[in-house]
């Protein structure tokens, strides 16, 4: 079974910095692409940041030169910097692979973390 765990979140206060973190576990050959999502309260997820196996990256207009999504294949490993904070930042966020290749199922999509909650104070 395959899971995806992140960590990281809390609370900060505005133009403060945070760094979340996403680790994969199970029997895992390859990972393809993975992103990181929010949901702030009464909104629908979006994208945040998005990153390729070979590195390269996309990001939502609202973070652009704030954020920052990295990954460590050999860790099965996908980090987003948030830097300058602001209020409304503030969701639970979501890491999310697009697909990952097992080594025992077969390839399986669509693999979402539980969430960790971010709150930016004003």
């Known amino acids: 079974q395959v899971q995806l765990v992140e960590s990281g979140g809390g609370l900060v206060q505005a133009g403060g910095s945070l760094r979340l973190s996403c680790a994969a576990s199970g029997s895992i050959f390859i990972i393809n692409g993975m992103g990181w999502y929010r949901q702030a309260p009464g909104k629908q997820r979006e994208m945040v940041a998005s990153?390729?196996?070979?590195?390269?990256?996309n990001y939502a207009d609202s973070v652009k030169g704030r954020f920052s999504i990295s990954r460590d294949n050999a860790k099965n490993t996908v980090f987003l910097q948030m830097n300058s904070l602001k209020p409304e930042d503030t969701a639970v966020y979501y890491c999310?692979?697009?697909?990952?290749?097992?080594?025992?199922?077969?390839?399986?999509?669509?693999?979402w973390g539980q969430g960790t909650q971010v709150t930016v104070s004003s």
């Open positions: 990153i390729t196996r070979g590195g390269s990256t």
């Open positions: 999310n692979a697009e697909s990952i290749v097992t080594v025992v199922a077969g390839t399986i999509t669509g693999i």
